[in-house]
């Protein structure tokens, strides 16, 4: 009985995954584009 609440809160974790995942993914997306236009920039001037 001692082990349900630690399955419980691994559970938890597995799904907040993909949620933490997504949103690290969108920041580096949004770093790519910051360095593409600041490239485009540098390139044009």
């Known amino acids: ?21 997504h949103s690290k993914l969108r920041l ?3 770093n790519i584009d910051i360095l593409m236009m600041c490239l485009i920039q540098v390139m044009a001037g």
């Open 28 to 30: 580096l997306e949004l």
């Open 1 to 21: 009985m001692p082990e349900q609440p630690i399955a419980k809160i691994e559970f938890k974790t597995v799904l907040q995954l993909p949620n933490l995942f």
